[in-house]
């Protein structure tokens, strides 16, 4: 998948940024309450140092394939899509299934600022400050039952006004699946903002999972319908090449793509001096994911 350089500073950028690093040190990181003794004081520690890319950067360098396969196909294609109403279903094995309307959602949810590493299997990485409320806050509304192992997760289809859904890039609609205890992991949120600002069509509006130490595929934009279920769902990538994309797509620096190596990351932004960076094992997350996957071989469960 090819990539385009560009400039990604502009003045506009200066001001809310200053603005949201200031604020950034007041929140220290990871602010979520869930986090408490989850090893958040490391987590905030080391997020402290994580300086955001650019409003510019995160907007208009993106992966959404349903506005097309290049970077600046979706910053371009995005604003076609009406996200006024939206409506998530909610299914499979929940006590209280049906249509919530994003509205409705929002009005019962905690939204909170997450600065995250953003980390792309292409091997391009960024950090971003989502705004977003637990996945878990929104799976306790739906009351998820005690069979449910799996979540599954869909994105809309409306090919008028997803013009990338008018060719077969991908099978539509792009699916995504978590087990229930990532799910559940306070780390794992809803994204609707970005810098404190709606989240742009581009990125994902109204609402995208983000689960941090996966690769960025495993965070399903648009999303309309979340499905809780005792079988592992179909992911988008894994039936487009399941050689190259397993279901959990963690990131891991010791396992390599079938046809690149996922030791190292460019870290957008900075134009032709952007730098490569080590990739962290789990992104960074490890202290806080890793006793998910105590006993399973990473490799094989890529
Ligand atoms: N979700 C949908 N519905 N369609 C997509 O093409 N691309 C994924 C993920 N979620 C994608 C998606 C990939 S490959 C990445 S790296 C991230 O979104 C990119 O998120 P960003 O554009 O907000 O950085």
């Known amino acids: 998948?090819?990539?385009?350089?560009?400039?990604?500073l502009?003045?506009?950028d200066v001001t809310p940024q200053a603005a949201y690093l200031n604020r950034r040190h007041i929140m220290a990181g990871l602010a979520g309450a869930g986090l408490a003794g989850l090893g958040a004081g490391a987590a905030s520690a080391q997020d402290a140092a994580l300086e955001p890319n650019s409003w510019e950067d995160i907007t208009q360098y993106n992966n959404f394939y349903e506005f097309g396969t290049g970077k600046g196909d979706p910053a371009r294609e995005a604003h076609r899509l009406t996200t006024k109403p939206w409506t998530v279903k909610i299914d499979g094995m929940v006590d209280n299934p049906g249509d919530y309307d994003f509205a409705d959602i929002m009005s019962q949810m905690t939204v909170e600022e997450r600065i995250y590493r953003f980390r792309c299997v292409e091997a391009w990485s960024m950090v971003i400050p989502w705004n977003g409320f637990e996945l878990a806050d929104l799976l306790a509304l739906a009351g998820v039952q005690s069979e449910a192992k799996y979540v599954a997760f869909e994105t809309l289809v409306r090919p008028e006004e997803m013009i990338g859904q008018r060719f077969r890039a991908l099978d539509w609609p792009y699916v995504e699946g978590l087990r229930l205890d990532e799910a559940m992991h306070p780390l794992t949120i809803m994204a609707t903002g970005i810098y404190g600002k709606d989240i742009p069509n581009q990125n994902g509006a109204p609402m995208r999972l983000v689960v941090p130490w996966k690769y960025g595929f495993k965070s399903i934009k648009s999303i309309v319908r979340i499905t809780l279920t005792d079988q592992e769902p179909p992911t988008s990538w894994n039936k487009a090449n399941a050689r190259e994309y397993g279901f959990y797509s963690n990131v891991n620096p010791n396992v390599s793509h079938p046809r690149w190596s996922q030791a190292s990351e460019r870290v957008v932004g900075g134009g032709l001096f952007a730098r490569r960076q080590?990739?962290?094992?789990?992104?960074g997350y490890e202290e806080e994911v890793a006793s998910l996957y105590e006993g399973m071989n990473l490799a094989e469960f890529y």
């Open 10 to 12: 502009t003045a506009q």
């Open 1 to 8: 998948m090819a990539y385009r350089w560009k400039n990604t």
């Open 278 to 283: 080590e990739t962290l094992m789990f992104n």
